[in-house]
């Protein structure tokens, strides 16, 4: 079964656009396991305008499923991540005033600067994966890098899915190939939804995790939070 690991971001951005703790971010990723979620992901920003470095510092305590923290790796995050030690970093080249994460790695160009953060992580017993496009070359790159996992960024599946076009899974699929020889475990994330993700995991052999944050969120607003991680988890067997 592919594990669904939660992203709690949007309800931080709740909190914070009124102030105070509410809704509180640490009750909210202790009511996602509880309703079976099976991981928790935050993705801090050096701005913080959604989840705060502290947060990370709390959740630490109150995931006891896999805990997951996706970033930029500049200094600041390298900080947060060594001190929390989560199960999983998760590599994102965003800029700082990125709306959300909107490329993979390029792995070939950034291997010196990847191969130096891995090793640090790894050191320190933190399972690293790297965000990146389903191109071939990328996943081999990847692998140069001495990661233990990549993350496919999946918007363009998501975007053509809906559009109708089955035939966008292809590429996702070839990556999903080459990463399994290579013996890199696979991750996917962004835009996936209630209305793709089966489909999107019954085509990607070996499929570990995927991280789901905005579309969950939105759809409890009309289906309920732990009704919709159920129906997650229905999908995901």
Known sequence: ?????????????????????????????????????????????????????????????????????????????????????????TLVPDAVDAITSNAGWDTIKHKDFLVDVIKEFKQNGIRTSIFVDPVLKQIEGAK????DRIELYTEAFAHQYGLGNKDAIKPFTASADLANELGLGINAGHDLSLDNVKFFKDKIPE????????ALISESLYLGVENVIQMYLHKLK
């Open 144 to 147: 140069a890098t001495g990661a």
């Open 1 to 89: 079964m592919t594990k669904l690991s939660v992203n709690i971001n949007k309800i931080a951005t709740l909190r914070n656009s009124r102030g105070g703790d509410l809704p509180n971010v640490v009750q909210f990723a202790k009511d996602v396991q509880r309703f079976g979620a099976q991981g928790v992901t935050i993705h801090p920003r050096p701005d913080e305008r959604h989840i705060r470095y502290q947060d990370a510092r709390d959740l630490k305590s109150e995931v006891y499923t896999e805990y997951n923290i996706e970033g930029n790796p500049v200094d600041s995050f390298m900080e947060l991540v060594l001190s929390v030690k989560p199960t999983q970093v």
């Open 207 to 214: 499929l570990l995790e995927v991280s789901i944050g905005h």
